[in-house]
C-alpha cells in the first residue's frame, strides 16, 4: 500500500473499535456464568474471534445478532472437554487467560496452540505459578506453546505470588485460576497493570479485593450473567490522538472510548510533553467511559518514561515512539524489555521503521532513545505482521515528505479491522 505524506489539518469526529481487551473478557467471563448474558458492541477482531470459538468449544452457546453476541454459558466449573485443539491465533490474551481457567479444571485434556508468532512467545511466566499451585500443565522445551493442559482430580490451591513482572495477562491468568481453587490466593504486582479483570469480577459479584499492588481472590461459585456493552478501544484511539497533536491547527473529537486510568497512560504522557487534551466522563460502571478532545499543538518537549509507567501505556510506545521523533530534545523509554516479547519484538521494529524514516534514535535492551525534532522522510514501512507497528508507522507516513509504502498493511485487522477507513474520515 502507498500512503501520501503531509497531512494538512483537519477537524473531525471519529469513533474506534470497541475494546479488545473487555471484549476478551466478557466472553470468557459469560461462559462461566450458567445463564444467558449479552455483549453489546463487542470488538469482532481476529484476535477476540479465537476466544469466542473456543468458548463454543468448551461448550458455551453463542448466539450472533448485529452488534451483539449472546452466550448462555457453562458456569466456571462444568466445560465440556473439547474434541479438537483450541486455537488461538495470535492472541496472547486467549491462551494466557484461558490457561488459567482450564489448569483447574479436575478431568479432561485441553491443548492449546496458535499461529507462529504465538507458539514463540513466552508462557514460562504462567507455566511457573499454575504449576506451583498444581496444575498439570506441559509445554514445548523453552516453555512455549502448544499447551496441554489435563484435568487434576484434586484441584489446585491456593498461591501467594509476587509477579516477576506487572502483567494483566499474567495477573488475569492466576485471578481465574484462583476463582476455582481449594483456598484463597494474594497475586502481588511490581506496578499497577490494566484491571479489566478485577473491576468486571467485582461488578459480577465475585469477592476480590485489591490493596495497593495486592490482589486477594477468593474460590467462587459461577458467574452471575449480565448485560454490558464495550466501550470504544484507547489503544486503537491513540493513533488518531497523536496525528491530531502532532497538526497544528487540527481539531479531534474520539467518542465513547474507555478512560480507566490504567489503560490511558500515553495521554498522561502526550500531556507531560505538551499535547493539549481534554477528557469528558459519561459513565463510570464497570470502567469510566467519555470522550477525548484533542487539539493540534505547535511545539512538544521530549520526555522520559520509567518502568513504573510501562505498564499503563505497554500497546502505546509504538505511537508515543512517533510523536518523540518530533518533540524537542532527547527521549528516553526504560523497563520495557516486555516489548521484545510481543507479536514481533517491537522495540526493534520500532528502530528499525524510525531509522528508516530518517529519525535520530538508540535501541537499547529495554527501550531506546529518540532525539529530536526531526523532519519525518517517506521509507518503504516494514510491519513484522505487527497490527501496532503497522498503525504506528502509517501514521509516521502521513507525516512524512513524500510517498511511503506499507507492506502489509491487512495485519491491523487483528484489532482495528477498518483502520485506513477511519483515516480517510478525516
Known amino acids: 500500500m502507498k500512503i501520501s505524506g503531509k497531512l494538512k489539518k483537519f477537524s473531525s469526529e471519529i469513533s474506534v473499535p470497541s475494546d479488545k481487551s473487555i471484549t476478551h473478557r466478557l466472553f470468557i467471563f459469560a461462559l462461566s456464568s450458567k445463564k444467558e448474558s449479552v455483549i453489546r458492541n463487542p470488538l469482532l477482531g481476529a484476535d477476540t474471534l479465537s476466544t469466542l470459538t473456543i468458548v463454543e468449544q468448551l461448550g458455551g452457546k453463542v448466539e450472533r445478532q448485529e452488534k451483539i453476541i449472546i452466550i448462555k454459558g457453562k458456569g466456571l466449573r462444568d466445560f465440556d472437554e473439547p474434541t479438537d485443539i483450541l486455537n488461538c491465533g495470535n492472541s496472547g490474551t486467549t491462551i494466557r487467560l484461558f490457561s488459567g481457567l482450564l489448569a483447574s479444571e479436575r478431568k479432561g485434556l485441553f491443548i492449546l496452540t496458535g499461529d507462529n508468532s504465538l507458539r514463540n512467545r513466552p508462557m514460562g511466566r504462567i507455566i ?81 479485593k485489591k490493596i495497593n499492588n495486592s490482589i486477594y481472590v477468593y474460590p467462587s461459585e459461577d458467574l452471575n450473567p449480565f448485560d454490558l456493552t464495550v466501550p470504544g478501544d484507547p489503544s486503537s484511539a491513540a493513533f488518531f490522538v497523536v496525528l491530531a497533536i502532532l497538526i497544528p491547527g487540527s481539531k479531534l473529537l474520539v467518542r465513547e472510548v474507555c478512560l480507566n486510568p490504567l489503560r490511558i497512560g500515553y495521554i498522561e504522557v502526550l ?156
Open 128 to 208: 511457573r505459578p499454575l504449576s506451583i499451585m498444581g496444575a498439570n500443565i506441559f509445554s514445548r522445551k523453552n516453555f512455549l506453546a502448544p499447551l496441554a493442559i489435563v484435568g487434576n482430580k484434586s484441584g489446585l490451591n491456593g498461591i501467594n505470588y509476587e509477579m516477576p513482572i506487572s502483567s494483566a495477562q499474567l495477573k488475569s491468568c492466576l485471578i481465574l485460576a484462583g476463582l476455582k481453587a481449594n483456598s484463597d490466593s494474594i497475586i502481588v504486582e511490581p506496578f499497577p497493570s490494566r484491571d479489566h479483570t478485577e473491576l468486571i469480577l467485582s461488578y459480577l459479584g465475585i469477592n476480590i
Open 271 to 426: 500531556k507531560r510533553m505538551g499535547a493539549k487534551i481534554t477528557l469528558e466522563y459519561s459513565s463510570f460502571s464497570p470502567e469510566p467511559i467519555g470522550n477525548i478532545f484533542v487539539e493540534g499543538t505547535e511545539k512538544l518537549t521530549a520526555t522520559n518514561i520509567f518502568p513504573e509507567e510501562v505498564p499503563k501505556i505497554i500497546d502505546e510506545i509504538p505511537i508515543i515512539s512517533i510523536a518523540m521523533a518530533l518533540a524537542e530534545g532527547k527521549s528516553e523509554i526504560s523497563g520495557a524489555f516486555d516489548l521484545r516479547k510481543k507479536e514481533s519484538d517491537r522495540i526493534n521494529a520500532i528502530c528499525f521503521n524510525l531509522k528508516n524514516m530518517g529519525i535520530k534514535v538508540t535501541e537499547k535492551e529495554d527501550g531506546f532513545i529518540v532525539e529530536g525534532p526531526n523532519e519525518i522522510r517517506s521509507s518503504n514501512i516494514k510491519t513484522f505482521d505487527d497490527h501496532r507497528i503497522a498503525m504506528a508507522f502509517t501514521i509516521a507516513a502521513l507525516l512524512a515528505d513524500g510517498e511511503s509504502q506499507i507492506d502489509n498493511p491487512s495485519c491491523c485487522s487483528i484489532s482495528f479491522p477498518d483502520f485506513y477507513d477511519k483515516l480517510k474520515e478525516l
